[in-house]
């Protein structure tokens, strides 16, 4: 089954919220088993340079990438925690203390 991702270059700091625009698509599959924080994700592509990418609504830092053969590709990537659960994060009530 077929799914599609965004990927691009960011340079975004590991503790920001910040969810960038992405436009670069690719149909990717995922390698069997997956998981959901630390995919795996199968491109067919002439090149794959990008450290950053979206799939549905998750967002990942590339950690990996892997060339198969001619035009295939094995991207590793972790999710960006922050990024992904921003909505969550500005939602919750909290007492700072410094």
Do not use: C
């Not at 691009?8 to 960038?20: A, D, E, I």
């Not at 997956?34 to 592509?45: E, N």
């Not at 998750?58 to 094995?74: E, G, K, M, P, Q």
């Amino acid at each position: 089954m077929s799914h599609t991702i965004y990927a691009g270059n960011v340079s975004k700091r590991k503790n920001s919220t910040l969810q960038p625009s992405l436009s670069t698509s690719f149909d990717v599959l995922l390698k069997t088993p997956t998981s959901l924080h630390t995919p795996t994700f199968t491109i067919s592509a002439s090149s794959f340079d990008y450290n950053y990418l979206k799939w549905g609504d998750r967002y990942y830092f590339v950690t990996d990438i892997v060339s198969r053969n001619n035009n295939l590709w094995d991207v590793s990537a972790v999710v960006d925690v922050l990024a992904t659960y921003k909505s969550a994060i500005l939602a919750t009530n909290a007492y700072v203390l410094y």
